[in-house]
């Protein structure tokens, strides 16, 4: 790419970052050419510091030799999916390193258990907050695990070593005070996690078929990420991806998951014939393989009150 005398980077600077940003001179850029891995820490150093994106991955990361940057960017994508499972599962391995079994946390949100109970195993003690009744039948009972029928907003919750909110703000209306209750609540980190890009679910493509429209709209990570900024918290930032297979027992129940995701907008005959033709029959199930989603987690040390 040409070099513009007025960027703040010299021709062999320009002629390295070329190949990872699709301008050097625009305000308006993109990413390209960089591992997920790779892009979570940029945007957490780039939190921390007045340089500008194109510096930071410059000074920081190709040009430091300890950041293992060249094996990261150059890395085959064979097998990447399950590369990816295995660095969400090493993360959550980093996010209880130096939690022993006498330390406590907290789930805003706790759905069906899954991260509840991987928790309980570890730590001393959990509280999980959820308000459907639906999921909170689902959580497997624990001696250590105490279950909160209640919104995270009403919820009456003491200090927690850890508190975590697993993709949840999609449908929180005003996500400031219940973010800065997280932050309140805890002593030591927040985690919360949220999607970045479609949401992996037959809904998506079935509205797509229905009507040719967008998928559907959904707050992504990177709003999370700059309405923290605007908070005054600049978090450290981890992507993870993993593959998202969606079963039903029937039709019907497929029927009815979408129908709820996709609202005003449903039509029933044009939806039940698409989604036969969508679904793949595996043993008594009906399944749909919506790919591999992509979710970042943004983390940090709450302020000192």
Same mark, same amino acid.
Request: proline share 7%; hydrophobic share 45%.
């Given at each position: 790419?040409?070099?513009?005398?007025?960027?703040?980077?010299?021709?062999?600077?320009?002629?390295?970052?070329?190949?990872?940003?699709?301008?050097?001179?625009?305000?308006?850029?993109?990413?390209?050419?960089?591992?997920?891995?790779?892009?979570?820490?940029?945007?957490?150093?780039?939190?921390?510091?007045?340089?500008? #994106?194109?510096?930071?991955?410059?000074?920081?990361?190709?040009? %430091?030799?300890?950041?293992? /940057?060249? $094996?990261?960017? &150059? +890395? @085959?994508?064979?097998?990447?999916?399950?590369?990816?499972?295995?660095?969400?599962?090493?993360?959550?391995?980093?996010?209880?390193?130096?939690?022993?079994?006498?330390?406590?946390?907290?789930?805003?949100?706790?759905?069906?258990?899954?991260?509840?109970?991987?928790?309980?195993?570890?730590?001393?003690?959990?509280?999980?907050?959820?308000?459907?009744?639906?999921?909170?039948?689902?959580?497997?009972?624990?001696?250590?695990?105490?279950?909160?029928?209640?919104?995270?907003?009403?919820?009456?919750?003491?200090?927690?070593? #850890?508190?975590?909110?697993?993709?949840?703000?999609?449908?929180? %209306?005003?996500?400031?005070? /219940?973010? $800065?209750?997280? &932050? +309140? @609540?805890?002593?030591?980190?927040?985690?919360?996690?949220?999607?970045?890009?479609?949401?992996?679910?037959?809904?998506?493509?079935?509205?797509?078929?229905?009507?040719?429209?967008?998928?559907?709209?959904?707050?992504?990570?990177?709003?999370?990420?700059?309405?923290?900024?605007?908070?005054?918290?600049?978090?450290?930032?981890?992507?993870?991806?993993?593959?998202?297979?969606?079963?039903?027992?029937?039709?019907?129940?497929?029927?009815?998951?979408?129908?709820?995701?996709?609202?005003?907008?449903?039509?029933?005959?044009?939806?039940?014939?698409?989604?036969?033709?969508?679904?793949?029959? %595996?043993?008594?199930?009906?399944?749909?393989?919506?790919?591999? +989603?992509?979710?970042?987690?943004?983390?940090?040390?709450?302020?000192?009150?």
């Amino acid at each position: 790419m040409a070099f513009d005398p007025s960027s703040e980077f010299n021709p062999a600077e320009a002629g390295v970052l070329g190949r990872y940003f699709t301008n050097l001179d625009r305000p308006v850029f993109a990413l390209r050419n960089l591992p997920e891995v790779v892009k979570g820490a940029l945007f957490s150093r780039y939190s921390r510091t007045e340089k500008s #994106l194109r510096r930071v991955l410059l000074d920081e990361f190709i040009n %430091e030799p300890d950041s293992g /940057f060249e $094996a990261l960017a &150059q +890395a @085959s994508g064979d097998g990447d999916d399950m590369v990816a499972v295995r660095r969400a599962e090493e993360f959550y391995e980093r996010v209880l390193v130096g939690y022993g079994d006498d330390s406590v946390a907290e789930l805003a949100g706790a759905g069906a258990g899954r991260h509840a109970v991987a928790l309980a195993e570890r730590l001393e003690w959990v509280t999980a907050i959820e308000p459907s009744e639906g999921m909170r039948a689902q959580i497997p009972p624990r001696d250590n695990m105490t279950v909160i029928a209640s919104t995270w907003e009403d919820a009456e919750v003491a200090p927690a070593d #850890l508190v975590i909110c697993c993709h949840v703000l999609y449908g929180i %209306e005003d996500p400031v005070p /219940f973010i $800065a209750k997280l &932050q +309140a @609540s805890a002593r030591e980190h927040v985690f919360i996690m949220l999607r970045e890009g479609p949401v992996p679910h037959p809904a998506t493509a079935l509205r797509q078929r229905m009507d040719g429209g967008p998928g559907l709209p959904v707050p992504q990570f990177s709003d999370l990420f700059m309405l923290l900024m605007q908070m005054g918290i600049a978090p450290d930032v981890t992507f993870v991806r993993y593959p998202v297979v969606n079963r039903y027992q029937s039709l019907e129940e497929a029927v009815l998951d979408c129908r709820m995701l996709i609202g005003a907008d449903w039509d029933e005959a044009k939806a039940r014939t698409l989604l036969e033709d969508m679904l793949s029959a %595996e043993g008594d199930d009906l399944v749909f393989d919506s790919g591999v +989603a992509l979710s970042g987690i943004a983390h940090w040390q709450p302020r000192p009150s």
